[in-house]
């Protein structure tokens, strides 16, 4: 047990000294204040925004790259509660619940007090998730070394299918974009064999495709053709909202306690889950509140514990979502798998190894996560003036600027005119799935995944010299593909009952 701890305190030796060094405290401050922007401007979320600022990390040291951007993810939490509070409309996914009972609050002059017990219950959550990340990537990594390709192709198949079948309704819209994802991520040249997969005879493709290019132009750039059609200016008034406003009763304090617990543990659970993430928390959470509540009819009407339950539980599951990001290198979701894209353009190979032999990466991002909290909380609310404010910012204004950062963005990675082009097309077409409902996260997901699984599956192949069964020969692999095919014949079966359920049309 003391060797134990004294390995934990030596690590967290390592991580204050990486997160404490200027440039990476500067960009923990400039991640997190950006990701509040982002996040309390309607229509851009955190998947948009880290994709158009993911050029800007390759020229940087890989720690500050993975500091800046998680500190866009978990800042965007912050953020998009004030949107949903002050005007109804979330800045992100998972502060759509909070405009239930946040928005009342709002109306009935209690905007201050949702506030900052929003700030307080995100701080707890988040320092709780941080703490569970310290305390359990270290047992996952011990048993994650013993693990051969057999078994990461199996975690890698279950991350995948799993993250396109519990969130979404169409099991096979999803599984149908992991695949277009997987296909885009074999573009290039085959390393085992030297030929040429989907190049077209493009020599600019010779090398595959950019993640920055396909997620800019999947994400960033869709996102903002969406928002120009969807969301316009607001005309809401900052003055009444005063720090002796923001200052909670007793009574306020007393409903928040136990919300605060339990929304904690339901988005530590399920943020470190492939597929679900902080939205999904925070509505269950949400729900959990109502159903435990002695009075649930106060709910929708501007009830305290409505609006810090979601808020806690999907900050909670911002941070345990680096749990098997970082000590198993499979992500859960499309934000994640740009922290690892990031990761792998670094040249580092994310898994178990990562903590051993960058430990100044890791435990660096882990302090820095305490860094950024605190910062949040900080920022967050002196600056509610400023943040309403921008809220009154015309999008028309906005937008064209946004464009053409993303152009300049994506061109200065390797100065190529091609880049650009490919965050057209891919513009154009995460705005045509988003027309046809398609889900574009699967696509970067499966572009991620589908190279890392194929490299494993052809390992497998190798040693067991082409049986197919070798995959499920060993405990762990055996066991992971037969849940991965639970799930997806669930999600199916699913799937069809509810196609069965709709009315048909005239």
């Given at each position: 047990m003391m060797d134990v701890f004294a390995t934990l305190s030596g690590n967290i030796g390592i991580g204050l000294a990486t997160a404490f060094s200027p440039a990476n405290l500067l960009y923990c401050f400039i991640g997190v204040f950006a990701g509040m922007l982002v996040g309390v401007l309607p229509g851009i979320g955190a998947?948009?925004?880290?994709?158009?600022?993911?050029?800007?990390?390759?020229?940087?040291?890989?720690?500050?790259?993975?500091?800046?951007?998680?500190?866009?993810?978990?800042?965007?939490?912050?953020?998009?509660?004030?949107?949903?509070?002050?005007?109804?409309?979330?800045?992100?996914?998972?502060?759509?619940?909070?405009?239930?009972d946040g928005y009342p609050m709002?109306?009935?002059?209690?905007?201050?007090?949702?506030?900052?017990?929003?700030?307080?219950?995100?701080?707890?959550?988040?320092?709780?998730?941080?703490?569970?990340?310290?305390?359990?990537?270290?047992?996952?990594?011990?048993?994650?070394?013993?693990?051969?390709?057999?078994?990461?192709?199996a975690l890698m198949t279950l991350g995948l299918v799993a993250a396109s079948t519990v969130a979404g309704e169409s099991v096979v819209k999803s599984l149908a974009m992991v695949v277009l994802g997987i296909m885009f991520g074999t573009v290039g040249i085959d390393v085992y064999t030297g030929g040429e997969r989907f190049t077209f005879g493009q020599a600019s493709l010779y090398d595959g495709i950019s993640i920055a290019a396909l997620a800019m132009g999947l994400f960033?750039?869709?996102e903002?053709?969406?928002?120009?059609?969807?969301?316009?200016?607001?005309?809401?008034?900052?003055?009444?909202?005063?720090?002796?406003?923001?200052?909670?009763?007793?009574?306020?304090?007393?409903?928040?306690?136990?919300?605060?617990?339990?929304?904690?543990a339901i988005g530590s659970f399920f943020g470190a889950l492939p597929g679900t993430g902080p939205a999904i928390a925070a509505f269950l959470s949400y729900a959990v509140e109502k159903r435990v509540a002695r009075e649930p009819e106060r709910f929708g009407k501007g009830a305290i514990e409505g609006v810090v339950a979601p808020e806690t539980a999907n900050n909670a599951a911002d941070q345990t979502a680096f749990i098997p990001t970082m000590t198993l290198g499979i992500p859960g979701s499309a934000t994640m798998a740009i922290m690892l894209g990031a990761l792998m353009i670094q040249g580092i190979t994310p898994g178990p190894k990562l903590m051993s032999e960058h430990p100044d990466i890791f435990w660096g991002l882990v302090m820095s996560f305490w860094i950024g909290n605190l910062i949040l909380v900080v920022l967050n609310i002196p600056l509610i003036?400023?943040?309403?404010?921008?809220?009154?910012?015309?999008?028309?204004?906005?937008?064209p600027a946004i464009l053409m950062f993303v152009c300049i963005g994506v061109y200065t990675v390797n100065t190529n005119t091609f880049d650009v082009w490919m965050v057209v097309l891919f513009g154009v077409l995460g705005y045509a799935m988003r027309i046809a409902d398609l889900p574009a996260a699967p696509v970067l997901l499966g572009f991620v995944l589908g190279p890392?699984?194929?490299?494993?599956?052809?390992?497998?192949?190798?040693?067991?010299?082409?049986?197919?069964?070798?995959?499920?020969?060993?405990?762990?692999?055996?066991?992971?593909?037969?849940?991965?095919?639970?799930?997806?014949?669930?999600?199916?079966?699913?799937?069809?009952?509810?196609?069965?359920?709709?009315?048909?049309?005239p």
């Open positions: 998947v948009a925004a880290m994709s158009m600022l993911f050029p800007l990390t390759l020229n940087l040291a890989p720690t500050s790259a993975l500091i800046l951007l998680a500190g866009i993810w978990y800042g965007t939490a912050y953020g998009g509660s004030t949107a949903a509070i002050l005007l109804n409309v979330p800045g992100s996914t998972s502060s759509a619940v909070a405009c239930l709002a109306k009935q002059g209690r905007a201050g007090i949702a506030l900052m017990m929003t700030t307080v219950g995100s701080f707890f959550g988040g320092s709780v998730g941080i703490l569970l990340m310290m305390l359990f990537s270290p047992v996952i990594v011990g048993y994650a070394m013993e693990f051969t390709s057999a078994e990461y192709f960033g750039v869709s903002v053709i969406t928002s120009i059609r969807a969301v316009h200016g607001a005309d809401i008034r900052s003055k009444s909202i005063t720090l002796r406003s923001m200052i909670p009763g007793r009574d306020d304090v007393r409903r928040s306690m136990m919300p605060m617990v339990r929304g904690t003036g400023l943040w309403v404010r921008i809220l009154t910012v015309p999008y028309q204004l906005l937008y890392m699984m194929e490299e494993h599956f052809r390992r497998t192949m190798l040693v067991a010299d082409g049986d197919f069964l070798a995959l499920f020969h060993r405990p762990v692999s055996g066991v992971v593909l037969g849940l991965t095919i639970a799930i997806l014949a669930w999600g199916l079966w699913n799937t069809l009952r509810l196609h069965r359920a709709r009315p048909a049309s």
